[in-house]
């Protein structure tokens, strides 16, 4: 993990502000939908990324092992 030496209040609605360079570095523009995850007691953001599947066509969640819509394998766990 890297740090890159930012330090950023929550406001009062528990919000911050991720600096446009990072944005850009990791190429996540406005709109783009990001998960929240917990590792011991830190908090992960994640760019939120869908997969096609490839037996029925749908969308489905990247991290999901198996298709939601079809039930086909997509990746090993
Ligand atoms: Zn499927």
Not at 9 to 16: A, E, F, P, T, W
Not at 20 to 40: P, S, V
């Amino acid at each position: 993990m890297k740090n890159l030496g930012i330090v950023r209040k929550l406001d009062d609605l528990g919000r911050i502000v991720i600096p446009k360079e990072t944005r850009d570095l990791l190429h996540i523009n406005e709109g783009d939908a990001l998960e929240i995850w917990i590792n011991g007691s830190d908090i992960v953001l994640k760019k939120h990324k869908t997969v096609i599947c490839k037996n029925c066509e749908q969308f489905i969640e990247e991290h999901d092992v198996f298709c939601r819509y079809c039930g086909t394998k997509i990746r090993e766990e």
